[in-house]
């Protein structure tokens, strides 16, 4: 089947306006709600990696998910954007929806899925041969944006939510590479704002950067939650309790424990998270 875009095949509606929870499901209401995750199992090839995931993501929150190396939380994040269906041999089933749309239809184009909910990877990506303006525009421009107004109105904007327009707006020529690690991270989250990304995904964002590029990025974190929802992935579980509101924890591609971050941090309900909180393993 030919795709198509994701607002023409799921008539797309507003932030928002997700179908309704099932009764008695326990579920948020869906009007707090931007990813519902039903029984998500993912493969790579013969090895599964996911298995029978349930996760509701509220809207204009921070939600982090942590555990151990290979315990499944870049699979399940790389997921959420089908990002994981790029690797040859992987596979998906269940369901995912974003505001109350199904997003893992053979119909709906993942393009369009991956630019409402963008990914920003553990390594700083930007593009080493294009200059600062040039990272960010890029996307606008690949989606078809011509009006050179709107772009360069969008690109000092994406900047400026990224905590980084002030920084660079008198070099905005000079390479992406140029910056530091930190300033490219952040270059990186406004190249994804650029493109009308919705929802946040962020693998590791912190773990090559020095704790000054980091706090930067947690302060970034917290700006951008009232405007966007955000899911991150990290092996820092104090900085999971410093920015996150849900906190995941994942151990063997299932889900251990689910729940708000405090709890999640001083009361868990599961012997598995305590012991892993505590470092007893992992």
Not at 202 to 212: G, M, Q, R, T, V
Not at 229 to 255: C, D, P, W, Y
Not at 262 to 279: C, H, K, M, R, S
Request: with cysteine; charged share 20%.
């Amino acid at each position: 089947m030919t795709n198509v875009t994701l607002e023409k095949t799921l008539d797309w509606t507003p932030a928002g306006s997700s179908a309704p929870a099932q009764p008695g499901s326990g579920a948020a209401p869906a009007a707090e709600l931007k990813l519902r995750i039903r029984g998500l199992n993912a493969w790579y090839g013969e090895k599964q990696s996911l298995f029978g995931v349930d996760v509701d993501i509220k809207a204009r929150e921070v939600t982090a998910m942590i555990g151990p190396s290979g315990c499944g939380k870049s699979t399940l994040l790389r997921c959420l954007n089908r990002m994981h269906e790029t690797v040859p041999g992987t596979r998906v089933q269940g369901q995912i929806l974003y505001d109350g749309h199904e997003i893992l239809a053979d119909s709906v184009d993942p393009v369009a899925v991956r630019r409402r909910i963008g990914m920003v990877f553990q390594k700083p990506t930007p593009f080493p041969t294009l200059t600062i303006f040039e990272n960010v525009a890029t996307g606008m421009r690949l989606h078809g944006e011509r009006d050179s107004g709107k772009v360069q109105r969008t690109v000092e904007s994406s900047l400026r939510r990224a905590a980084l327009w002030d920084e660079v707006k008198d070099v905005l020529q000079k390479p992406g590479s140029s910056l530091s690690g930190g300033q490219q991270q952040r270059l990186c989250i406004a190249r994804a704002l650029a493109i009308e990304t919705d929802v946040l995904l962020l693998d590791e964002p912190c773990s090559a950067l020095d704790p000054i590029s980091t706090a930067k990025i947690e302060e970034l974190l917290f700006e951008l939650k009232s405007s966007y929802t955000i899911v991150i992935v990290t092996h820092n579980m104090q900085q999971a309790a410093r920015v996150s509101e849900r906190t995941l924890f994942m151990l063997s591609g299932k889900v251990i424990e689910f729940g708000e971050t405090n709890q999640v941090f001083t009361a868990p309900a599961q012997q598995l998270t305590e012991d892993y909180i505590t470092g007893r393993f992992g």
